[in-house]
């Protein structure tokens, strides 16, 4: 099993072959195949032991108009989007065996700063999350309404201000209720499964991982996908990467950038855990009636956890 390099490599090591010399790094992985010949690459190159895949019949499981690859939360509101937009079959591939990606399996818990002044910034299908959650099991969720977003009523800035995140700094210019909901993320993704099962031209293949897409010169028309039935296709007219690192367009050679530059937001990774039997209010009420005692509480809690540690109810 080898295999010729390619022209560039080749080209860029002429002129170590001209001198009949060769650094150790590139010795060690090509060798030439005969004097003034092209180098080739060793067995074994840089990978160690390589395998050749035979050619393989994949059975066609599915045809769709649209196939989303991803059932986290973008490519749960893109699959319900596009039933919603008159497409006939949607099919909608996640490889776990629930959707919501972090939003639910990551245990976010809180989603921050949907609004500003009187404006909800983030609508449609996520909104949608919680009006719902609100309305069904409202003992999962805490959050000012909509209709409460921008006020400034001292009353209920007192009671929010005890749940981080849904006022406004105490140092900004003023204060006023932010669209910050807490959400138990078990209850939300029984309510993502309802708005699925909601759509009847939605088909939903659980426990299934998008692999590589099946291409047609530049276009995608289908993906190869793995599960416990093996190794199957499916095509489509239109595919949706939603896998959240690009494991589909990456390999269908789509410009992609694949490296955070200084523009990317970046932040530290959490460790979510629960504590139960805890009055959540009672405790939000006693660190802003006591904010000296409360900071000495965090502090020591930081050093029991060994790491920085704050407090959401859940």
Same mark, same amino acid.
């Given at each position: 099993?080898?295999?010729? #390099?390619?022209?560039?490599?080749?080209?860029?090591?002429?002129?170590?072959?001209?001198?009949?010399?060769?650094?150790?790094?590139?010795?060690?992985?090509?060798?030439?195949?005969?004097?003034?010949?092209?180098?080739?690459? *060793?067995?074994?190159?840089?990978?160690?032991?390589?395998?050749?895949?035979?050619?393989?019949?994949?059975?066609?499981?599915?045809? #769709?108009?649209?196939?989303?690859? +991803?059932?986290? %939360?973008?490519?749960?509101? $893109?699959?319900?989007?596009?039933?919603?937009?008159?497409?006939?079959?949607?099919?909608?591939?996640?490889?776990?065996?629930?959707?919501? /990606?972090?939003?639910?399996?990551?245990?976010?818990?809180?989603?921050? $700063?949907?609004?500003?002044? !009187?404006?909800?910034?983030?609508? +449609?299908?996520?909104?949608?999350?919680?009006?719902?959650?609100?309305?069904?099991? =409202?003992?999962?969720?805490?959050?000012?309404?909509?209709?409460?977003?921008?006020?400034?009523?001292?009353?209920?800035?007192?009671?929010?201000?005890?749940?981080?995140?849904?006022?406004?700094? $105490?140092?900004?210019?003023?204060?006023?209720?932010?669209?910050? =909901?807490?959400?138990?993320?078990?209850?939300? @993704?029984?309510?993502?499964?309802?708005?699925?099962?909601?759509?009847?031209?939605? *088909?939903?293949?659980?426990? #299934?991982?998008?692999? @590589?897409?099946?291409?047609?010169?530049?276009?995608? @028309?289908?993906?190869?996908?793995? %599960? !416990?039935?093996?190794? *199957?296709?499916?095509?489509? *007219?239109?595919?949706?990467?939603?896998? /959240?690192?690009?494991?589909?367009?990456?390999?269908? /050679?789509?410009? #992609?950038?694949?490296?955070?530059?200084?523009?990317?937001?970046?932040? !530290?990774?959490?460790?979510?855990?629960?504590?139960? /039997?805890?009055?959540?209010?009672?405790? $939000?009420?006693? %660190?802003?009636?006591?904010?000296?005692?409360?900071?000495?509480?965090?502090?020591?809690?930081?050093?029991?956890?060994?790491? =920085?540690?704050?407090?959401?109810?859940?």
């Amino acid at each position: 099993m080898r295999q010729t #390099c390619q022209y560039t490599t080749y080209n860029a090591l002429r002129a170590f072959c001209e001198t009949g010399m060769l650094p150790d790094i590139i010795a060690s992985v090509y060798e030439q195949a005969d004097p003034g010949g092209k180098y080739i690459l *060793k067995d074994g190159g840089i990978m160690g032991k390589t395998y050749v895949e035979q050619p393989n019949t994949l059975p066609v499981s599915d045809e #769709c108009d649209v196939l989303v690859i +991803g059932g986290g %939360s973008a490519g749960h509101s $893109a699959a319900i989007a596009a039933a919603r937009a008159g497409c006939e079959k949607v099919v909608i591939m996640e490889r776990f065996g629930y959707f919501g /990606g972090d939003v639910t399996g990551g245990f976010v818990l809180m989603i921050p $700063a949907l609004s500003w002044r !009187k404006y909800s910034m983030v609508r +449609g299908i996520q909104e949608e999350w919680f009006t719902r959650l609100d309305k069904t099991a =409202p003992e999962s969720y805490i959050c000012p309404s909509l209709d409460e977003i921008g006020e400034k009523s001292p009353i209920k800035i007192d009671r929010w201000s005890m749940v981080h995140g849904c006022v406004t700094p $105490a140092t900004s210019s003023e204060q006023y209720l932010v669209r910050a =909901p807490y959400y138990d993320p078990n209850q939300l @993704k029984i309510e993502m499964d309802l708005m699925i099962q909601e759509e009847p031209n939605i *088909k939903v293949l659980l426990h #299934c991982w998008g692999t @590589k897409p099946i291409m047609d010169n530049d276009t995608i @028309k289908g993906v190869i996908y793995e %599960s !416990k039935e093996g190794r *199957k296709a499916i095509m489509a *007219k239109i595919v949706i990467d939603a896998t /959240g690192d690009g494991d589909i367009y990456s390999q269908a /050679g789509a410009p #992609c950038f694949l490296h955070s530059d200084k523009n990317t937001r970046g932040s !530290k990774t959490a460790l979510v855990w629960r504590m139960g /039997g805890v009055d959540f209010e009672m405790f $939000a009420r006693w %660190s802003k009636d006591h904010p000296e005692e409360s900071a000495s509480f965090r502090q020591e809690m930081i050093k029991v956890a060994g790491y =920085p540690t704050m407090f959401f109810p859940t």
